[in-house]
């Protein structure tokens, strides 16, 4: 199997942030490469050495860099997507630039060939009961019945190959009807959001910490046809950006949908319970299996109860009402 490499650039302090986002996604083996972590070593551990090579020294000097490895097929392409949407977020909440610039570069692969190259890896793909995932290059080899949900979503937002998405799919089928309202908290490419209004939502609503999502979000609208009139995308920081939490409480949802990580999810619970109608429900995807008790743990204090619990591989969705359903 072919790997990528992933070099991404940061700080001594942004070395927890960064790998914990990485365990979030499922990545536990990470190289760190710390000018500051080695001086310290070579500081505390002199009893285990006398003479250190100048060219080792040097070679740890500059920028801090954790490398990891995801395979060079769809999953890991799909993978890389995820990697760099969350670092779009830390850098957005990152106000004082502690985790210096949360770049990242690929080896084994240029940038320039991940921009066209991934597409050989996103074909056609059915989803739950109802949905199938077409890439707009690729066309149909026969006909289906399914609801088909065309995308084209640039390099650096999510294609729907993602377990995390695919649960949140099947428990949207089960949860939207031509009377629903939903919100999608973190929205990406908009697959969610349009996904709703392809089933028969009333209306969707979709917010991502990232402006460039509302481009992308609206694109992907349009080319699935869905009344741009029942359909809205903001941009910023739900958690801390009070007048995005007035524009998006306007109204209240039968439906709240949060695909992202466990620290962002739990971050975000608070919010929700003022969002819901009553009788909604709050579907939190994007955990993985470890974190799951932590998720629970802060529903429970935003009196939360855990209706269904979706699985596939490492990650988990839950489905959840709030104590005045």
């Known amino acids: 199997m072919d790997w990528i490499q992933i070099a991404i650039f940061t700080t001594s302090e942004g070395i927890e942030p960064v790998s914990g986002r990485l365990y979030q996604l499922g990545i536990n083996g990470i190289e760190i490469e710390d000018e500051e972590d080695f001086k310290d070593f070579l500081e505390h551990n002199k009893s285990y050495w006398d003479y250190v090579d100048e060219d080792l020294v040097k070679s740890k000097q500059g920028e801090t860099c954790i490398k990891a490895y995801v395979s060079d097929n769809a999953s890991g392409h799909e ?107 973190g929205c990406g490419s908009g697959i969610l959001s349009i996904i709703s209004l392809l089933l028969g939502a009333k209306t969707a609503t979709a917010v991502d910490i990232d402006p460039n999502a509302i481009h992308i979000a609206y694109e992907n609208a349009k080319r699935n046809r869905v009344d741009i009139s029942a359909y809205t995308v903001l941009a910023g920081n739900v958690v801390t950006d009070e007048n995005l939490k007035k524009e998006i409480g306007k109204i209240k949802y039968d439906v709240v949908v949060a695909n992202i990580v466990a620290d962002v999810i739990i971050a975000l619970v608070p919010s929700v319970p003022a969002l819901l109608k009553e009788g909604g429900v709050f579907i939190a995807s994007g955990i993985i299996s470890d974190r799951i008790d932590d998720v629970e743990i802060a529903l429970e204090e935003n009196g939360f109860s855990v209706l269904n619990t979706l699985r596939r591989g490492d990650w988990a969705c839950l489905i959840c009402a709030a104590g005045n359903n």
């Open 79 to 185: 993978l890389l997507t995820e990697i760099k949407n969350t670092l779009s977020e830390l850098k957005h909440c990152d106000e004082q630039g502690k985790f210096g610039r949360l770049e990242v570069s690929l080896g084994n692969i240029s940038e320039e060939d991940w921009a066209n190259n991934w597409k050989k890896y996103f074909h056609p793909m059915p989803v739950g009961k109802k949905i199938l995932i077409k890439p707009e290059w690729e066309e149909l080899a026969e006909e289906t019945d399914r609801i088909v949900f065309n995308i084209n979503p640039g390099m650096t937002f999510g294609t729907g190959s993602h377990f995390t998405t695919q649960l949140c799919i099947e428990a949207l089928e089960d949860y939207i009807d031509k009377d629903t309202d939903m919100l999608d908290l």
